[in-house]
């Protein structure tokens, strides 16, 4: 049972638009929520995060929304650039209990220049 | 410089052998984990590890192993057991006791079985 969805396989953008992931989990006691970017035969870089108790993370030209009455978060890249290309993974975590993380089947993104 | 060092990069093994693959880490963390990332199954965790001397099963722990005998190592064998070996294999890690701490990754193995 996928505990971590992202629906999306892939994503093609225009550079200079905004791309939009999505992602949406079913465990709800999860509370802390990850975004991570990968390229081919790297391992994953840390992006951005969320607390459940916010729903809203800014850093730059990335933004996460968190919905928790939907059970579901969104990375948006404003404005999207071709280095942006690569495959984001969405991951969530329980504090309750345990440390590990659950994530999502990814979604590769392609900026086109 | 702090850092996860998973080694060998590339790791190619004959079916039925067993093989191990190395995780070091610098950071003082105490968690420790191993994910699998196969085509279109995003990342499914193995094994982690809260504590030295103490790990779980994952999602997909069926034909590996882990051992903690130290805080910066974290070795994942794949045994002759397990039916699909061959994947990119990611070890990470995290700090506990913190609230909202994320993983850090290393570059990862691919393992190959022939």
């Known amino acids: 049972d996928q505990q971590v969805k992202q629906n999306s396989p892939s994503l093609s953008v225009q550079e200079g638009r905004i791309s939009i992931l999505n992602c949406d989990y079913t465990n709800s006691m999860f509370d802390y929520f990850l975004w991570y970017k990968k390229y081919p035969a790297e391992g994953p870089t840390f992006l951005i995060s969320i607390s459940s108790i916010k729903d809203k993370n800014e850093d730059g030209r990335f933004t996460v929304f968190l919905n928790k009455s939907a059970k579901h978060l969104s990375l948006h890249i404003v404005p999207s650039q071709p280095g942006d290309s690569a495959v984001y993974f969405c991951?969530?975590?329980?504090?309750?209990?345990?440390?590990?993380?659950?994530f999502g089947t990814g979604t590769r993104l392609k900026v086109l220049a | 410089d702090g850092g996860i060092t998973q080694s060998p990069k590339y790791l190619f093994r004959k079916e039925g052998q067993n093989v191990t693959l190395s995780c070091e880490q610098n950071?003082?963390?105490?968690?420790m984990y191993w994910y699998r990332q196969d085509p279109g199954q995003g990342l499914r965790l193995i094994y982690y590890s809260q504590i030295v001397n103490d790990f779980q099963k994952g999602d997909i722990a069926e034909g590996y192993s882990v051992s903690r005998e130290k805080k910066e190592s974290f070795p994942l064998t794949v045994t002759s057991a397990q039916k699909n070996p061959t994947a990119f294999y990611l070890c990470a890690s995290s700090i506990t006791g913190q609230l909202n701490t994320e993983a850090f990754f290393g570059q990862g193995t691919r393992l190959t079985v022939v």
């Open positions: 991951a969530a975590s329980a504090r309750a209990g345990t440390y590990k993380y659950i």
């Open positions: 950071l003082n963390h105490d968690a």
